[in-house]
């Protein structure tokens, strides 16, 4: 199982990036995919998550109509759409897939994702 995240970089407050996870070695569709997040001096967090079966989608509030989350199973890729970013969007930012915890119902929770890439950082100035 590998999950490579990418697409992270310098942005100033108010501008936009495009993180992009390409996953292999499991049946991708089978699976939901989870963007992670871990700031200096904090704990991780879950930024947006995925469903692998009807495509739904969770949020944290903090990130709320300014991220969006896809799914492209053909091309075994999540992308997350960060918009508006903000000096606390500061993170290392890391996709994740839950092979041995999945359920049937969506949870953006770190501890219930068992395989995780590698992260990306994402630095966005004031």
């Known amino acids: 199982v590998q999950l490579q995240a990418s697409g992270g970089g310098l942005v100033q407050a108010g501008g936009s990036l495009r993180l992009s996870c390409v996953a292999s070695g499991f049946t991708f569709d089978d699976y939901a995919i989870g963007w992670f997040r871990q700031a200096p001096g904090k704990g991780r967090e879950g930024v947006a998550c995925?469903?692998?079966?009807?495509?739904?989608?969770y949020y944290a509030d903090s990130v709320k109509g300014r991220f969006t989350i896809s799914r492209d199973n053909a091309k075994n890729t999540v992308n997350l759409q960060m918009n508006s970013l903000k000096p606390e969007d500061t993170a290392v930012y890391y996709c994740a897939t839950d092979i041995k915890t999945h359920t049937d119902y969506l949870v953006c929770h770190y501890s219930l994702y068992d395989y995780w890439g590698q992260g990306t950082l994402v630095t966005v100035s004031s």
């Open positions: 995925i469903s692998n079966s009807d495509g739904s989608t």
